[in-house]
């Protein structure tokens, strides 16, 4: 099973931008081209929640509604990376931003996920 690393995230204004990545770790083989690849956050006091997923090929992508026009999830299998672009940042966007993997159909429930990295702090803050 791969195991990913995620990175990207810090402090930023409401109103700005992050651009997380998500790989695969040194230590495997694995590329990320065999999975579906699910971007999750989970915010203190908060449930892990689904923020959007990207299939295999990249040719479908869902989003959760609260991120629906403001969040883009990219992939570059040639580099073995996936990206999370948030604009307009709100302070509830606040949360450690996890990528994991799964050989299903793109979903935002976790619990099809494994591979799960570290996660990256987002905080969105005057």
């Known amino acids: 099973q791969v195991q990913l690393v995620e990175s990207g995230g810090g402090l930023v204004q409401p109103g700005g931008s992050l651009r997380l990545s998500c790989a695969a770790s040194?230590?495997?083989?694995?590329?990320?081209?065999?999975?579906?690849i699910g971007w999750f956050r989970q915010a203190p006091g908060k449930e892990r929640e689904g923020v959007s997923c990207?299939?295999?090929?990249?040719?479908?992508?869902y989003y959760a509604l609260s991120v629906k026009g403001r969040f883009t999830i990219s992939r570059d299998n040639a580099k073995n990376t996936v990206y999370l672009q948030m604009n307009s940042l709100k302070s509830e966007d606040t949360a450690v931003y996890y990528c994991?993997?799964?050989?299903?159909?793109?979903?935002?429930?976790?619990?099809?996920?494994?591979?799960w990295g570290q996660g990256t702090q987002v905080t969105v803050s005057s």
């Open positions: 990207i299939s295999r090929s990249g040719g479908s992508t």
């Open positions: 994991a993997t799964t050989y299903r159909f793109c979903s935002l429930n976790d619990r099809w996920y494994s591979g």
């Open positions: 040194e230590s495997t083989l694995d590329t990320l081209d065999d999975y579906t």
